[in-house]
């Protein structure tokens, strides 16, 4: 009589580890005039543990009289390890000057690139316009083996349908206690959960206000696609359109007391800033004194773009309408020309 037959199987995969790091070097023909010998930047990746293994660029500019030398250095480990890595300068429209990659078994304490990475006239040629480099380094780090025994296939859960279930709430019309209207269209809602989502909706609806003896809401200062996103967030968490609508869903947020809402719309907001936006992005800063989205506001108005900034639309409404907010973009601009500090 024969036994049960049982497999058994072992797993060896590759621990890696993938890194981006950029180094913006800003007043380049100055800096370049001013150094000698190798610059270092700093540690990346940031806020690891002390055992994660870190690394920093080396940036030799004029190695020798015709080229430059730009290299990757590992920080703290030991032995020998793969490293698959590539090396780029991009001018400040991101256009790529030179690129390098390669891969290789190293010892952690040699460096890694390029003696010649790039020949001086080219590097200084490419970036004379708006006097910015940008180095690139990605790489995968391949650290170590590791094997595992195969379990058994335990089963999975059933994946979470509450958000899409909720959207189904947005364009629902069953079962809400109170109904907004807007520009001639209605929509029903649901008092506890606007409460919930809304210290603003919660105020309405728990005083005796118009609001919570009706259970009608008007609302003439929102369009109504952008109040529908609202909704969707409210209901989800979940944007579809925040592309297109991010200036005004910030607006609205911030009237409702929607943090999570104003935070995301003011992280997407900033991301796109554009020499043709950026003027519109300060003006809604100031309007909602939202310092932090004003602060990169001003930082970008007083940068490399200044000069195509001043020949947007944006910036020609704000000359008629908030001449003070010119005095600050100004003001930033020449407090970065002189190296000194923001007012």
Request: aromatic share 10%; proline share 2%.
């Amino acid at each position: 009589m024969s036994g049960k037959a049982h497999e058994s199987k072992m797993v060896t995969s590759v621990i890696s580890n993938q890194y981006a790091f950029t180094w913006v070097l800003n007043d380049f023909s100055a800096w370049w005039a001013k150094v000698s010998g190798t610059q270092k930047s700093l540690k990346f990746p940031f806020g690891v543990d002390a055992k994660a293994v870190q690394w920093f660029i080396l940036f030799h500019p004029k190695k020798s009289e015709t080229h430059s030398g730009l290299y990757l250095q590992a920080v703290n480990t030991t032995g020998k390890f793969e490293v698959g890595y590539e090396l780029a300068m991009e001018d400040s429209h991101r256009n790529t000057i030179v690129k390098r990659s390669r891969k290789m078994i190293m010892d952690w304490n040699k460096g890694l690139g390029w003696h010649a990475f790039i020949n001086n006239d080219k590097l200084l040629e490419a970036i004379n316009e708006d006097d910015q480099l940008y180095i690139i380094c990605k790489m995968t780090a391949y650290e170590k083996n590791v094997n595992e025994s195969l379990r058994e296939n335990l089963p999975e859960p059933i994946p979470s349908s509450m958000s899409k279930d909720m959207d189904t709430l947005v364009d629902g019309t069953t079962f809400g206690d109170v109904t907004i209207l807007i520009d001639g269209q209605r929509y029903l809602a649901y008092k506890g959960i606007l409460s919930a989502r809304s210290a603003v909706f919660a105020a309405m609806f728990e005083h005796p206000m118009q609001e919570s003896t009706e259970n009608c809401i008007t609302i003439n200062d929102v369009e109504p696609g952008v109040f529908k996103e609202l909704l969707r967030y409210i209901y989800t968490d979940q944007l579809t359109c925040l592309e297109t609508m991010a200036q005004k869903l910030y607006q609205v947020a911030d009237k409702y007391d929607i943090q999570t809402l104003k935070s995301l719309c003011r992280c997407h907001i900033v991301k796109k800033m554009n020499s043709e936006t950026a003027a519109d992005t300060l003006v809604l800063a100031d309007m909602h004194g939202d310092h932090q989205m004003k602060s990169h506001a001003l930082r970008f108005l007083s940068g490399s773009e200044a000069g195509t900034v001043t020949k947007s639309a944006g910036w020609k409404r704000i000359v008629r309408t908030h001449p003070d907010l010119v005095d600050e973009a100004f003001d930033a601009l020449a407090a970065r020309k002189t190296g000194g500090k923001q007012k």
